[in-house]
């Protein structure tokens, strides 16, 4: 029986798939790596709602939600079947958790979850659920919502949260800095790593309190809560995490990538 990890991607830019990065080329390799799932249930940080909500529909439209980039990008597509018999599935392991959700059969994929997976799987022939996240609730009810479907993920079933270990747009440069990422991107980083490695919850919990620079790299949490889904679904053991990738592209936009098991 197939065990699937709990993945944390960082999906960067929507470029990403037209971009010269080692992020593009190591979410290319990421997909033959793992044992290919039934389904997918991505979380991603561009759909924010009141209550978790999934989407259920027969196939997926791919959402082209940003402006003013090259004409290339609004061509991809993703169209990816969904998978609506999961969704009620979903739903009912959320309630069962004593969290509300919904099911919204029209939405289709945002980028931060069809970048990532046209990299891993080009062949958009793997059924995706979306489930979105509420940002106002904050990491801790994003662990008990990752919690909840923990149980998917012995079903062969893969949980693939996708948001971004640093984001800062209004520090990101085509160019890069001189001499490499900023100082307060480094420290960010190396200490949310060093909470993962060392199963820190609690501290990762109050990552703004105690990360340093928590602000500068997160102004809003939206681009970090799906790692805390992850985080969740990993289960209620002691926290088994590997880093599978790290990278900086744009000067400050660190794009590391995690498997919790």
Known sequence: MTVQPALFLSHGSPTLPLDDVPARDFLRGLGGKLERPDAIVAVSAHWETDVPTLNAVAQNETIHDFYGFPPALYALEYPAPGAPDLAETVADLIGEAGLRARIDTVRGLDHGAWVPLMLMWPGHDIPV?????????????????GRAIAALRERNILVMASGSFTHNLRALT?????GGEPEWVTRFADWMHAAIAEGRTCDLVSYRNMAPFARENHPTDEHLLPLYVAIGAAGAGPLRAERLHTSTTLGALRMDAYAFH
């Not at 659920?129 to 919502?145: K, N």
């Not at 085509?174 to 001189?178: D, H, S």
């Open 129 to 145: 659920l979306q489930l979105s996240i509420q940002s106002r609730l904050g990491p801790g009810h994003h662990v008990q919502l």
């Open 174 to 178: 085509r160019q890069g800095p001189v």
